[in-house]
């Protein structure tokens, strides 16, 4: 996707695979700034710290930190060393399992001396795979907003409410939740876009917004509490988010809030529809809501905010008094009912074992 009129992807390999570079994510919107990885442990802290987030970049910036890490040493012992670490890295995005678990695959059954260049195609695959996929998504998806701008007699744009960042900037290009609004907006479809603002990292404000803007797609930044009230006076006509891990009995993990927005859009019968890749699904978890693990982040991600000052300089401010007690829950899970299909690579599926088996029967 563009940034400034140019293409980019999220991450992509120079010098034969010897690094990796990404766009570091805690500095956007304010700085774009490419930042390089040359070993396991920039790759871990890349994905722990944030510099890359959503599950499908996670997944591809584990499969890149393998790569780095067959490149200081490849033996069994090492790749479980390397497996181990990113694993660790974040709880709740099962790409990253996911990834990790295809290159255990590929690389163990090859000799020591052909791990990292294995390591390095599969890392580059898995890319093109998500870039693929997203694209489909957003095909998807796209007919879906086209059938609701057909049903409003073509009047006004079709106004999609989004929560967290699930665009390009979580993938490897495209997007999962704003795919369908990308290829809708390149169709000529009027769209607009509601931006829940996603506290406490602001991944809607610093980077929906952001990536939105840089693609003339008309959008309106909003605070999380929003959205119900919109719906109550018809200004949303569907909301779509992302998912950090859907079970395989439909139920969506995602940035925590998204279940509040899918209750108010049941409540307001409009619909609520989830981007994701196969990449994204747990066939292990039968029940989402009681068995994903949440990530609970630093309790300082809600006690203080981070913004550039009018100085041009990045400030963190505190925003509670001294010693304020905080819980910082990153995800929740939206129970399978509340959702109205799942927008996947192969097509749109109903949230439901069986709605999943039918798009992915090699499942059954
Ligand atoms: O904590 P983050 O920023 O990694 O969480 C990301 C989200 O919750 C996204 O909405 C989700 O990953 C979907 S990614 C396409």
Redesign the pocket.
Known sequence: MKVDGKSWRTIWPIDDGAVIEIID?TLLPHEFKVVQLKTLEDAAVAISD?LV??????GATAAYGVVLAMAQGASDAEFDAAYDTLLAT?P??INLKWALDEARKVLMPLEVSMRHGAALKLAADICDEDADN?HSIGKHGAKIIAGIYEAKGKQGPVNVLT?????WL??VDW???LAPVYVAHEAGIPVHVWVDE?RP?N?GAS?SAWELGQHGVPHTLIVDNVGGHLMQHGMVDLCI????RTAGNGDVC???G?YLKALAAHDNGIPFYV??PYS?IDWTIKDGVRDIPI?Q?DATEVTEMRGRTATGNMETVSIVAEGTPAANY??DVTPARLVTGLITERGVAEASTEGLLGLYPERR
């Open positions: 994510q944030m987030r959503g599950a499908p970049l996670i974040r709740t995005a997203c929560h967290c960042n699930a665009g979580a993938t997007g999962t939740a996603t990292r991944q980077l988010t992302g998912t950090d995602n940035k925590i998204t981007g994701l994204t990530e982040r990153a995800f």
